[in-house]
């Protein structure tokens, strides 16, 4: 089991910035290098969207709304993964969600929200026009 907990959600008017970070822990046997990392989002009355997917080699995914704006990264000694988030904009609200999927492969990178097994409980982003 993987735990994962979300952490600097609130609230931004838009064009500020916020950096959200997501800290893995589980089992003795649990290395995060060894999972493909992501961000996803969901606003009121729509799908769960992927944000920003980093592989095991740090080779990273932006989905088209965010890129240029955001920026994931990975920190495998500390467990952490990072969201940094400027130039938000209105539609960026929603509650933002850490994700995790084992991966044998180092490059891999998935998109699609069904194939994580791992969630943290999510953390809410505002953004204000």
């Known amino acids: 089991q993987v735990q994962l907990v979300e952490f600097g959600g609130g609230q931004v008017q838009a064009g500020g910035s916020l950096r959200l970070s997501c800290a893995a822990s589980g089992r003795r046997d649990y290395i995060m290098r060894n999972y493909i990392m992501a961000w996803f989002r969901q606003a009121p009355g729509k799908e769960r969207e992927v944000v920003a997917v980093i592989a095991r080699n740090r080779d990273s995914y932006s989905g088209d709304s965010v890129k240029g704006r955001f920026t994931i990264s990975r920190d495998d000694l500390r467990s952490t993964v990072t969201l940094q988030m400027n130039n938000l904009k209105p539609e960026d609200t929603g509650v933002y969600y850490c994700?995790?999927?084992?991966?044998?492969?180092?490059?891999?990178?998935?998109?699609?929200?069904?194939?994580?097994?791992?969630w943290g409980q999510g953390t809410q982003v505002t953004v204000s026009s």
């Open positions: 994700a995790a999927d084992f991966s044998a492969s180092g490059t891999v990178i998935r998109t699609a929200a069904e194939v994580y097994d791992y």
